[in-house]
Structure formats: C-alpha cells, structure tokens
C-alpha cells in the first residue's frame, strides 16, 4: 500500500512569543490564524482523506482549521504531541538561570543511553514514540493524511525515518540542530509497504512554506 503523510508544525501561537518557555497548553496568536488560513488554502489542493492532530491546543486549533476549510473533521492522537519537558521549566523565563542549567544537562547528556534529568521524556521514549506514530500511520486505512504536530518531535520523526533504530542520541541531536521548522512548515512523507528497496518511508520534501509567500 502506498501513502502520502503532510506533517504540519503547527501554526504560530501565544506561546512562541512569550518570554517564558516551555508552555505546554497555549493557543494561537493572530498571526498563527493567518498562518493556518494560507495553510489551509492550500490544502484544498491537497485531496486529503484524514487530519489528524497533536492534542495540545495549538496544534488541535490548526487543524481545526484546516479541517473546516476543506469539509473534514480532525482528530487527535496522544503519538502526535510535544516532547514531554522536564515540568520544573514550565513557566519559567527563557533565560532564567534555572530553567538554562536544566537544559544544559538534558542536552548534555542526550546521547547517553537511558540517561533522564527528572520526568522529561529522553532518546528512548522519542524513538518508541516515534516508531508507533509511524506504524499508526501505515496501519490506518486513509491514503493521503495531515498530520499537525510539534517542532521538536517533528524533527524526531524525521530523524527516526532516516536511521530508524540505530539512531544515536548524538546523530537525533545534529539532525535537531539543523532540520528547520516553521510554523505552518509542510513537510511530506511517502509510504509504500512494498518498496523494493525495503525502503518503506521516505523524506520526499521538507518544511515548504511556499504558501506564507
């Protein structure tokens, strides 16, 4: 079976903009609508059969969205949503000295196997999250889905298509460092069960912001 994945940062919202990070639950901000609108322009084009979204607020109201421009109903799935954060960051600002030594030592340490500062989700938890959104993925019966998900598992996702289970903290970080996500960026994966290459996902664009033109 053949399929095409649309994978969706979600649209700009209160959060992005605030001084202080790592806010879990924030809705879109007036620029993020604009963005989901243009967005959800061009997905008219798109023949899409699911939407399927993150369950935190921004990225549910991007597909929703989405979904009532194109006549579709959107729903969401736990796979989808934001890394899990350490929650002793949640609030704090940016920069506060606190929130930066967290950080530090979760990213420090991110190559380390089985390494976890407190309650934050590490490598191993992202690569067997991102191994299970992909075999939902497949497994659905729909041809042509958007997804609506997050920068940072996004970036994981990707990672984990490329290199599967052998990806190593340090390789999921460089691929992290230098894949961009914009808000609204389309990213396309394809999925063919019967690749004769044994190929089975393939990275075929990525982050397309063509429509904020």
């Known amino acids: 079976m053949k399929k095409t994945i ?30 989901a609108g243009f967005l959800a322009k061009r997905c ?11 369950p935190l607020e921004r990225a549910k109201e991007t ?21 899990r954060k350490p929650s002793a960051t949640f609030g704090q600002a940016i ?8 950080w530090r030592a979760v990213w420090d340490n991110f190559h380390v196997p089985g390494f976890r500062h407190s309650d934050e989700e590490n490598l191993e938890d992202l690569k067997e999250r991102a ?31 490329l290199l599967g289970e052998g990806l190593t903290g340090r390789e ?3 691929f992290m460092s230098r894949l961009g996500t914009d808000n609204t960026g389309l990213s396309v994966l394809q ?9 089975t996902w393939m990275i075929s664009s990525w982050n397309d912001i063509a429509h904020l033109g």
């Open 6 to 35: 649309y994978l969706v940062r979600h649209a700009e919202s209160e959060g992005n903009l605030s001084e202080k990070g790592n806010v879990d639950e924030s809705p879109l901000s007036e620029n993020g609508r604009a963005q």
């Open 191 to 199: 999925y063919d069960s019967e690749d004769k290459f044994g190929r």
């Open 44 to 54: 008219t084009n798109l023949s899409l059969d699911a939407i399927i979204t993150s």
């Open 172 to 174: 999921c970080a460089r």
């Open 63 to 83: 597909g929703e969205i989405i979904a009532s421009s194109i006549g579709l109903r959107s729903g969401s799935s736990d796979l989808l949503s934001e890394r």
């Open 131 to 161: 191994k299970k959104a992909l075999e939902h993925l497949a497994g659905r019966s729909e041809k042509t889905i958007l997804v609506v998900t997050h920068g940072i598992f996004l970036r994981v996702l990707a990672s984990y298509v």
């Open 95 to 102: 920069e506060s000295e606190e929130g930066q030594k967290i």
